[in-house]
């Protein structure tokens, strides 16, 4: 008999118990991945865990220290909207100057984006001068009245 696996079925500890337990009294790992309704390799997986540190208990996720807090979060967001043609190396700089602890720009982009304000890259082009734009001024003047035959 096949399981079909097209979702992940997320185990909650008193069914980890209860496969430990089964597993105990003898049942194989196929048997009581099937009543679980999980993939075979989860239980042998479980059945390891528990044998080691004698706990099933999920251990918490991987993944670095905040390297800022929520109020540093916010005054990120309010020197953004504060500052709306700044770009994010410039809101980096000035929350950096201001609050006197280094953060890196993807800190900060990414404490833009959660915020729902995305990170602003600067424009390429060129401004154009005066001078440039009164003569483009003069001659839209000069053709507006052209037609695709002209």
Not at 31 to 49: D, E, M, N, T, Y
């Amino acid at each position: 008999m096949r399981v079909s696996m097209t979702s992940r079925k997320r185990m909650e500890d008193s069914e980890r118990w209860r496969a430990v337990g089964r597993i105990e009294v003898g049942q194989s790992i196929t048997v009581v991945a099937l009543l679980f309704g999980v993939h075979h390799s989860v239980i042998p997986r479980l059945w390891k865990q528990f044998q080691t540190p004698q706990t099933i208990v999920r251990r918490p996720v991987g993944g670095g220290p905040r390297v800022t807090t929520t109020a540093e979060d916010r005054y990120i967001a309010i020197v953004a909207k504060r500052n709306r043609k700044a770009t994010s190396t410039r809101v980096t700089s000035m929350v950096t100057m201001s609050i006197g602890k280094a953060i890196s720009a993807a800190t900060v982009r990414r404490t833009l984006h959660m915020n729902g304000l995305n990170a602003r890259v600067p424009r390429v082009c060129v401004p154009l001068s005066v001078q440039s734009r009164g003569a483009r001024l003069k001659w839209c003047r000069e053709h507006c009245n052209w037609t695709v035959s002209d």
